[in-house]
């Protein structure tokens, strides 16, 4: 499950859209971080980088 996702930028919108696409991934099936055969908590960042062009 993901939790406690944190954006930042300028652009508020593009936040929501990064916000909501993060929720959205959380829905697949992932395997949880192990510690001696148990699942724990992990905690990462996914950096995202986007460069639009006009």
């Known amino acids: 499950m993901i939790t ?7 652009n ?3 936040n929501k859209e990064m916000e909501r696409t ?3 991934m ?3 099936k ?3 971080a192990k510690i001696d055969g148990e699942p ?3 905690r ?5 980088t986007i460069n639009i062009e006009n």
């Open 4 to 10: 406690d996702i944190i954006t930042i930028g300028d």
């Open 12 to 14: 508020k919108s593009m």
């Open 22 to 24: 993060i929720k959205a």
């Open 26 to 28: 959380s829905k697949t």
């Open 30 to 32: 992932w395997v949880p």
């Open 40 to 42: 724990v908590k992990f």
């Open 44 to 48: 990462f960042k996914l950096p995202i």
